[in-house]
């Protein structure tokens, strides 16, 4: 049986702790678009000279770009979902538009609370983000900071935002929390797992029809939703072994490779390193390179002792737990908060206290945002068609 086997009420701790640390990989890739540009260069190229040895250098650079690379975080997430969602319709029959609708409260309750949680402050006049962006010139006076928060605060348009945009027709310019690009892809991805699981269940052609999305959204250069498939792929696998006459054999030989331990775990991080460097020599389309690293990732997770034991620590687990309040709220955070410090203290030290600062608050208000938004959010979509599920 694979180590990745739960039961379907249960959370995989290793994946939390994944989660968590996925979430302040965003919030410092936020960061440094935000106001470490410039030193985040410098670093990268102070590395080169610090005497170590020659190998070193690169693993080093590497690692940096690692933990503030925002966007490989996302697809982690992405693929997470993915092989989670269908754990529990595996054992139980679900219908395909109750699970949309309680899909749609669970995600749409902290949405909600995210966007009004902008828009009072940008009522309140605390959004400094283009103002810091004009003071500080290039590279921040980019499209992307300056575009923050330059219309006027609507109460009406910022609640159209939360329940219909967000989800159905996304627009960065004019929303009020950016990071929501990611909620429409999770929830049409979402969607698609539920399609497939409850049209097909445990069909023993199910696999063909998995196979054959799984092509057609590769050749259609739709990676986010092949990488919905590939999840959805992955936990069949896992959770119906029994179901189909191939995963046995495939799972016989994984189990064989995986009994040396020590060498895959060398080989995945070397692979988490320079498995990109060599995707980008190939000119791979980056969210074709993300779509690969998040399974690589998410796989040693799931698979390795070494990488269960790290992410089973307290402390990961714990980021996990608040990891979606984070992301939720940290980019209106940074925008208020830490754009208002670094415009008063714009020195290095002034910005290194205040993205200590930024990440305390932010996690004192992810605690409190977990705990009476995004549970009472959760709790209010179980409570949804329970009847039928």
């Given at each position: ?15 939390e ?17 935000t ?42 997430f992405?693929?997470?979902?993915a092989y ?6 595996f ?6 538009f ?8 669970r ?14 402050l940008?009522?309140?006049g ?5 103002k ?30 939360a ?27 979402s ?16 696999l ?40 046995p ?5 994984e189990t ?17 390193l320079?498995?990109?460097l ?15 690293l ?13 990488w269960?034991?790290?992410?089973n ?31 008063g ?19 004192g208000?992810?605690?409190?945002f ?20």
């Open positions: 049986m694979n180590p990745a086997v739960t039961p379907p009420h249960t959370r995989i701790r290793q994946l702790g994944l989660r968590g640390l996925a979430a302040v990989v965003v919030m410092v890739h936020h960061l440094v678009i106001c470490w540009l410039v030193e985040f260069g410098h670093v990268q190229s102070a590395i080169d000279h610090w005497p170590l040895p020659g190998p070193f250098h690169p693993v080093l650079v590497q690692l940096a770009e690692l933990f503030a690379d925002g966007h490989l975080a996302v697809w982690v992405w693929i997470m979902s989670v969602l269908p754990i529990r319709l054992s139980e029959e679900g219908r395909f109750p699970l949309a609708i309680r899909r749609y409260v995600l749409g309750v902290p949405v909600l609370a995210s966007i009004l949680f902008a828009w009072a940008l009522k309140a605390w959004m400094f983000a283009h810091l962006a004009i003071v500080t010139g290039s590279p921040y006076s980019s499209d992307w900071l300056a575009s923050f928060y330059t219309f006027s605060p609507n109460l009406p348009f910022a609640l159209r935002t329940f219909w945009d967000t989800f159905f027709h996304f627009d960065e310019p004019s929303s009020y929390n950016p990071v929501l690009w990611t909620i429409e892809k999770e929830y049409w991805g969607l698609l797992i539920y399609a497939l699981v409850c049209f097909q269940g445990k069909s023993r052609h199910r063909w029809v998995y196979a054959g999305a799984l092509l057609l959204f590769l050749l259609l250069k739709k990676f986010w939703v092949a990488g919905f498939v590939l999840g959805l792929l992955w936990s069949d696998y896992d959770h119906l072994p029994g179901s189909h006459p191939f995963w054999w495939l799972q016989t030989w064989r490779l995986m009994k040396v331990q020590a060498i895959w775990l060398i080989l995945s991080f070397v692979a988490v320079f498995l990109r060599g995707l980008d020599q190939l000119h791979f389309p980056t969210d074709l390179k993300n779509m690969i998040s399974i690589l990732i998410v796989y040693a997770t799931l698979r390795l002792r070494a269960r034991y790290f992410f620590q307290k402390w990961l687990t714990w980021l996990g737990k608040i990891s979606f309040s984070l992301y939720l709220i940290h980019l209106p955070l940074l925008c208020a908060f830490t754009c208002w410090w670094v415009l203290h714009p020195s290095f030290a002034g910005k290194m206290v205040g993205s200590l600062l930024s990440f305390a608050l932010a996690l208000l992810s605690v409190l977990e705990r009476w938004i995004d549970r009472p959010g959760v709790r209010l979509s179980r409570r949804l068609f329970r009847k039928n599920q």
